[in-house]
Nanobody, 123 residues
Framework: QPQLVESGGGLVQPGGSLRLSCAAS????????IGWFRQAPGKEREGVLC????????NYADSVSGRFTISRDNAKNTVYLQMNSLKPEDTAVYYC????????????????WGQGTQVTVSS
C-alpha cells in the first residue's frame, strides 16, 4: 500500500527554522515528483514547492521565496522541506504529495497524499 508520512512539524518562534520530512513506503520516490502543500485555518490548500524526478524545483508560493527550500534523498526515500525565517503566517498543516509524471499546482491532481504535519509559528 503506497503511503506518504510527513514529520518534523511543531511549534517554533518567529524567525526560527524547521525541517519537514516526507517519507514514502510501498513505492520508490525516485520515479515521482513530490510537492509540498499547506493549509491554514479557514483557507484553501495551496502549493508551496515541488521537486521533480530529476531535481528540478518549482515554487508555487512567492511568500516562501528565499526562505523555504526543497530537496530529496532518494537513498532514504524521503523529500525534505527546509523552512527558515518562519513567520506567523506560515502557520498551517503541511502536506506532501507524489505524482508519477510531473509537478502540479493542484493538490487533487497528485497520485498519493500524506496526512499532514502541523506547523505553528508563534511567540
Amino acid at each position: 500500500q503506497p503511503q506518504l508520512v510527513e514529520s518534523g512539524g511543531g511549534l517554533v518562534q518567529p524567525g526560527g527554522s524547521l525541517r519537514l520530512s516526507c517519507a514514502a513506503s510501498g513505492f520508490t520516490l525516485d520515479y515521482y515528483s513530490i510537492g509540498w502543500f499547506r493549509q491554514a485555518p479557514g483557507k484553501e490548500r495551496e502549493g508551496v514547492l515541488c521537486i521533480n524526478r530529476i531535481g528540478g524545483r518549482t515554487n508555487y508560493a512567492d511568500s516562501v521565496s528565499g526562505r523555504f527550500t526543497i530537496s530529496r534523498d532518494n537513498a532514504k526515500n524521503t523529500v525534505y522541506l527546509q523552512m527558515n525565517s518562519l513567520k506567523p503566517e506560515d502557520t498551517a498543516v503541511y502536506y506532501c504529495a507524489a505524482d508519477v509524471m510531473r509537478c502540479r499546482r493542484l493538490w487533487g491532481d497528485y497520485d498519493y497524499w500524506g496526512q499532514g504535519t502541523q506547523v505553528t509559528v508563534s511567540s
